[in-house]
């Protein structure tokens, strides 16, 4: 198996150095606009891209935050598990997002998705609902993006045909923000 891992490390370091750093910088832009506009950041995802959008919530709430004055107000929609699950039984599994998003989302609000594949259809759904009103929608995939990141004003997309070395990496992406709003507010 030193073999295997050793390969899968290789792949993992290989996509990295292929990251898109110029759309990596426009979105921790956007983010750190919004904690100054005292816009809301919400994040989305299903399966292990859900972990990730609710982490990357607790990194800016309290990772980036805490100590401060000025706080992010960042909500993970698939977090509030009882209405997801009364939008997924009583509409459709398709609106677990969106339909929350047209109680809270404010124009200007950032709505951030992730997908590995970047074709789940709930995500791309509320991005739709986001850019339609007044949204900055922002998309993190992999496996060559998918309908995500063409819906998306901002879209990452990590190049590798993998979806567990996509969401490491995504996961790592949302640590390096965290880590670089962390020094842009406190410079």
Do not use: W
């Amino acid at each position: 198996m030193i073999d295997f891992y050793s390969s899968y490390f290789a792949d993992l370091k290989n996509t990295l150095d292929k990251i898109d750093l110029g759309i990596l910088e426009k979105i921790n832009t956007i983010l750190y606009r919004a904690l100054l506009e005292k816009k809301q950041v919400f994040t989305m995802g299903n399966g292990g891209s859900g972990s990730t959008a609710s982490h990357f919530v607790c990194d800016l709430n309290k990772g980036v935050c805490y100590g401060q004055q000025n706080k992010f107000k960042a909500i993970c929609l698939n977090d509030n598990i009882p209405t997801l699950l009364a939008y997924a039984n009583d509409v459709s599994y398709t609106d677990i997002f969106s339909e929350p998003l047209k109680n809270l989302m404010q124009k200007g609000d950032i709505v951030i998705g992730f997908s590995g594949s970047g074709n789940s259809e709930n995500i791309i759904k509320a991005i739709e609902y986001a850019k339609q009103n007044g949204g900055i929608t922002v998309g993190f995939s992999g496996c060559g993006g998918g309908r995500l990141a063409e819906v998306a004003e901002y879209s990452l997309v990590v190049p590798i045909d993998d979806m567990q070395k996509s969401e490491d990496i995504h996961f790592v992406l949302c640590h390096l923000m965290m880590q670089s709003l962390m020094r842009m507010i406190r410079k």
